[in-house]
Each structure stands twice: as C-alpha cells, then as structure tokens.
C-alpha cells in the first residue's frame, strides 16, 4: 500500500505560481512512478504529469507543457508539481497518483491516489 497527501494548492491570479507537494509513505516510494492529475467540476480526471522512479523521464500533458514541472526527492519520499503562468482553466482539485511504471501512471490504470487538493485560478 502507498499513501499519498497533497499539499500547496490555493487561490492564485491568473500569471502566478503555485508548487504542489505529494508526500508518500507505505511501499518503498523510490520505486514507484509518481504522477498528478485534475479534475475540474463536471469533468473527468485528466492526466497533467508524470516522472519515472529515479526521476530521468517525464511526461507532461499537452495544456501544462512549458509551464508545469514534475520532480521527485526521493530522499524526503516526495513529489513535487511547480505551476507557473497559471490560467483560469487550470482551476482543478489536484490529485497524486503512484504506480509501477511511468506508463501506467501516464494512463491512469494504477489505483494508489491522494485525496487531492484545491486549485483556483482567478482572472
């Protein structure tokens, strides 16, 4: 088992930054993909980003790239979502994921979310 809890999300005008804080405990966490997704009101869960174990590869959808940076400190167990030129459609509860592989973070599949936390972008 792996528990996830964000933090760092908030109300922000449009242009500003926010960074999004996952803190995992549980299963060992330097070996499991980390991700983030959203979810706006009415809408499905989307993907935003996501860093392989050690960190060497990433993906990113394609409305966040440019502007938002995953990383990981796995010597704190922790990942971290840096949000900046942030728009009003970014608006979304901010939600952690971990899984077996960058893949299957990528996809959605793996099972092991957070709680999420609040994003508002005002403009």
């Known amino acids: 088992q792996v528990q996830l809890v964000e933090s760092g999300g908030g109300l922000v005008q449009a242009g500003g930054s926010l960074r999004l804080s996952c803190a995992a405990s549980?299963?060992?966490?330097?070996?499991?993909?980390m991700g983030w997704f959203r979810q706006a009101p009415g809408k499905e869960r989307e993907f935003v980003a996501a860093?392989?174990?050690?960190?060497?590869?990433?993906n990113y959808a394609d409305s966040v790239k440019g502007r938002f940076t995953i990383s990981r400190d796995n010597a704190k167990n922790k990942v971290y979502l840096q949000m900046n030129s942030l728009k009003p459609e970014d608006t979304s509860v901010y939600y952690c994921?971990?899984?077996?592989?960058?893949?299957?973070?990528?996809?959605?599949?793996?099972?092991?979310w957070g709680q999420g936390t609040q994003v508002t972008v005002s403009s």
């Open positions: 549980g299963r060992t966490f330097s070996s499991n993909a």
């Open positions: 994921n971990a899984g077996v592989s960058i893949v299957v973070v990528t996809s959605g599949r793996s099972g092991y």
């Open positions: 860093i392989s174990w050690m960190g060497g590869r990433t």
